[in-house]
């Protein structure tokens, strides 16, 4: 299911609403995409040790096959750190069109003793309606992002599809990981023309509503967001 984005009804709202022509969101399997979406790379939520694992990264790895894993071995041996990203070649997914998987490694949400600590930071407010850009994980997770699109880029990415990093396994909050995926995206085609397009892939119509909370209510979180 493909689900269009709420378009600037105001004149004053257009340099914020440029980019989303180019934004997009589709509920379903990142490695099973609409042919018709002619998506030409996908990034992956991998771990560090970039050789596979469950959620998104076990799926991408079984429909790319054992040459994905080979190849990170070989090229990638020190696998990637926590906020960064690197590119392999797409192995089975060529057979869909997909050139090229963009691996980042998202943070793992803070918990102690199960109480989350995410908003470390001094003076951080304390809960999840709070300014982005307060934590550390906040910080690491627009790492990835950044990275994904500079890799992009660099390989001539046409259409980039994104899953929601660090919200499975790594219990990043969900609306927060939304708003932080989404600013970043925008912040980039506002300045670049590369990629052409980006679509969030979502895993279940709930995952795709906090994509949209987050596109709807940008006026008020886009402002008051820490930059980093
Ligand atoms: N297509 C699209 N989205 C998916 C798919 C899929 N096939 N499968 C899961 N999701 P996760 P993380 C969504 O756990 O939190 C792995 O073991 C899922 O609903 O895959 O970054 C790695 O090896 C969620 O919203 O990634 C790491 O060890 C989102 O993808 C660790 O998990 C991310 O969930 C990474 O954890």
């Known amino acids: ?32 995409l609409p042919a018709g979406l002619r998506v030409d790379a996908i990034a992956n939520a991998a771990n560090e040790t970039l050789l596979g694992g469950g959620g998104v990264d076990g799926a991408i790895h079984r429909a790319a096959g054992p040459d994905l894993a080979e190849h990170c071995r070989t090229h990638h041996p020190g696998g990637c750190p926590t906020g960064l990203a690197k ?25 102690e003793d199960g109480h989350e600590v995410g908003y470390a930071m001094p003076g951080a407010p304390t809960d999840d309606s709070a300014k982005l850009g307060y934590t550390h994980a906040d910080n690491l997770l627009a790492s990835c992002y950044v ?15 994104l899953p929601a990093i660090s919200t499975g396994v790594y219990r990043f909050p969900k609306p927060r990981a ?16 590369h990629p052409e397009r980006i679509t ?13 909370d987050a596109i709807q209510t940008r006026g008020e979180w886009m402002a008051n967001r820490r930059r980093v």
């Open 1 to 32: 299911m493909d689900l269009s984005l709420p378009q600037s009804p105001t004149p004053a709202d257009d340099a914020l609403d440029g980019p989303l022509a180019r934004l997009a969101i589709h509920v379903g399997d990142i490695t099973a």
């Open 178 to 193: 939304a708003r932080i995926a989404f600013g970043h995206a925008h912040g980039h085609l506002h300045r670049h023309e």
């Open 87 to 111: 590119h392999t070649p797409a192995f089975g997914l060529e057979r869909q069109g997909i050139r090229h998987i963009l691996h980042a490694v998202g943070p793992v949400w803070p918990q």
């Open 147 to 161: 990275q994904l699109f500079a890799l992009a880029v660099r390989h001539g990415v046409r259409h980039l599809a």
């Open 200 to 212: 969030f892939v979502c895993f279940s119509d709930e995952d795709a509503k906090h994509y949209h």
